[in-house]
């Protein structure tokens, strides 16, 4: 079982910046996952947001996040990041770290074997 713990969320201006953090608990495997983020916003689904390979060297984003947001990933940390800039105020939502213990990259909700609690980032206007 892993547990994965999100931080970082908060209220943030439009136009700012955000640094979330997920770490896991299970290290030894922690390097093979593929993380995701995902965000849902009240009354919708929860959504892709961006993904990274277990070594790093490949990522994925949404087309709305794309060019404003990174996602990092430090093996030795057994955590993830999701850097967001130039923040909206339908970024607006709680957002999740998730793991998949298959190595190909996956946009799928269901994909993902194990979720963080997420934590909220609320951005004003």
């Known amino acids: 079982q892993v547990q994965l713990v999100e931080s970082g969320g908060g209220l943030v201006q439009a136009g700012g910046s955000l640094r979330l953090s997920c770490a896991a608990s299970r290290d030894t495997f922690f390097s093979s996952y593929v993380m995701g983020w995902f965000h849902q916003a009240p009354g919708r689904e929860r959504e892709f947001v961006a993904a990274?390979?277990?070594?790093?060297?490949?990522?994925d984003y949404a087309d709305s996040v794309k060019g404003r947001t990174t996602i990092s990933k430090d093996n030795a940390k057994s955590t993830v990041y999701l850097q967001m800039n130039s923040l909206k105020p339908e970024d607006t939502a709680v957002y999740y770290c998730?793991?998949?213990?298959?190595?190909?990259?996956?946009?799928?909700?269901?994909?993902?074997?194990?979720w963080g609690q997420g934590t909220q980032v609320t951005v004003s206007s």
């Open positions: 998730a793991a998949r213990t298959i190595a190909t990259m996956d946009s799928r909700v269901g994909a993902y074997d194990y």
């Open positions: 990274i390979s277990w070594r790093g060297a490949n990522t």
